[in-house]
């Protein structure tokens, strides 16, 4: 039986895939672990819930909350709100669990349930497994005055808009800075531009009327283009695209050239360095990384390390070894001093930030790494697991990058759902990375189709 959890919670199609039914007994699977983890000194414990603006977020808020409340968990609905804002509030206020309900960059039909434990920190594999193994078990249910309460909390959005803006400091006016803000229709339409503007800044606000149903829909960091041009319409300093729980966030320049989360990392990592704020001069990405972002660490003195593809183990590395910031190429960008997750807004208020202290505009902040032309293809229907023990595949590998040098190199990566191999390659050339990338895929295929 597949595993329930996937690599950032439980997604699907609402009310398909993820019903009310299912909803309800997760919450009260994760009161249960999550309720016992922990002493509470006879009182119950607090959960609180967030969500995006997804209109089935709504039912299955009531769904959360019922099977919450049910297994003897006081509750605070918290409202909209993006997934970091939420991490946050479960640290800010003292609570012993978090439900957020987004399916972050997903369409609007999924979604997705995601439990945050003490802290605002996300679950490890084993409190997930443990909480999907106690759905469906008899329990005492609580009676009387034994269950939760269910309160909302109306000051949430504004203590986690004063946490954003209280990171820049002191000097962190983004006065004469003016910026156009893609929210996606989702959880930073409740945020961003408050942010922003509570610090000087001209603001443009794009796709910030969400209805329920326009969340992600060509807009936001997965759909660039309506930034880019309204950044140039408008004469914009800088455009900042957020994804629907605003976890993500991209960028583009003035004249609507894209930023990516290389090149934000870059900005960040030289920026924390020159304060001595880089814990041992390191930045953590992934494999998927492009070349040109480690060369141009590596040029300034800073090291990467690399984990594999997705946050939730940027995160471990840097939970693991005290590391300050990590992030990936989609725009999950983690600054460890203010966040536990990643968090869009306040990666786009730091890179703001950054060119008011420079005085320099984002693409001169970016120019400090080449993106390496880099292509991507999916193998699909192979044996993953053959594929990475294949002499044949291994040598070809081998013999690509010696041919490719310090110019490019070679990524084989299984998908962790699918059976498919992501062949990634970089080269010198857009040309020479799509020939090696087709000569390695038609190697993969030929050697281990299913």
């Not at 996606?184 to 969400?210: D, L, M, R």
Request: aromatic fraction near 4%; hydrophobic fraction near 45%; charged fraction near 20%.
């Amino acid at each position: 039986m597949a595993r329930l959890f996937g690599t950032d919670g439980v997604r699907g199609l609402a009310n398909k895939d993820l019903t009310a039914e299912l909803a309800l007994n997760l919450s009260v699977g994760a009161a249960h672990v999550l309720g016992e983890a922990g002493a509470f000194d006879g009182r119950r414990p607090l959960a609180l819930v967030g969500r995006d603006t997804r209109v089935s977020g709504e039912f299955l808020e009531a769904a959360v909350v019922a099977g919450l409340a049910s297994a003897g968990v006081d509750v605070v609905r918290v409202g909209v709100v993006p997934t970091p804002g939420l991490a946050f509030l479960v640290n800010d206020r003292n609570a012993d669990l978090g439900v957020m309900l987004s399916a972050s960059h997903n369409p609007m039909p999924d979604n997705g349930i995601k439990f945050f434990s003490r802290g605002g920190v996300k679950l490890d594999d084993f409190l997930e497994d443990a909480i999907e193994a106690r759905m469906g078990e008899e329990w005492d249910r609580p009676t009387g005055a034994g269950v939760g309460r269910v309160t909302d909390d109306l000051g949430a959005v504004e203590s986690y808009i004063a946490h954003l803006v209280g990171s820049l400091g002191a000097e962190g006016s983004l006065h004469d800075l003016k910026v156009v803000l893609d929210c996606a229709n989702g959880a930073s339409s409740a945020t961003a531009v408050a942010a922003f503007e509570t610090q000087g800044a001209e603001v443009v606000a794009i796709h910030n009327t969400p209805d329920g149903e326009n969340i992600n829909e060509n807009c936001g960091s997965t759909h660039m283009g309506d930034l880019q041009k309204k950044v140039v319409e408008v004469g914009a300093d800088l455009g900042l695209a957020f994804d629907g729980d605003a976890d993500r966030c991209l960028a583009c320049d003035a004249d609507g050239n894209l930023v990516d989360g290389d090149q934000i990392l870059a900005i960040l990592a030289l920026s924390l360095k020159e304060e001595r704020k880089l814990h041992s001069d390191t930045v953590v990405a992934t494999i998927m990384s492009n070349l040109g972002f480690i060369n141009a660490m590596k040029a300034n003195g800073i090291r990467v390390d690399a984990t594999k593809v997705g946050d939730r183990y940027v995160l471990e590395s840097m939970n693991a070894n005290g590391f300050a910031l990590g992030g990936e190429q989609s725009g999950h960008v983690i600054m460890s001093e203010f966040a536990t997750t990643g968090d869009g807004v306040l990666t786009g208020l730091h890179l703001a930030a950054r060119m008011v202290q420079t005085k320099k505009s984002i693409a001169e902040l970016g120019s400090v790494m080449t993106r390496l032309p880099q292509v991507l293809i999916n193998v699909r229907d192979v044996d993953k697991l053959r594929a990475g023990i294949d002499p044949q595949i291994q040598s070809a590998v081998s013999a690509a990058n010696q041919d490719l040098g310090d110019q490019g190199r070679v990524v084989l990566r299984p998908s962790g759902t699918e059976p498919v191999v992501r062949v990634m390659v970089e080269a010198a050339t857009q040309e020479h990375a799509q020939q090696v990338a087709e000569e390695l895929a038609g190697i993969v295929k030929e050697r281990v189709s299913l």
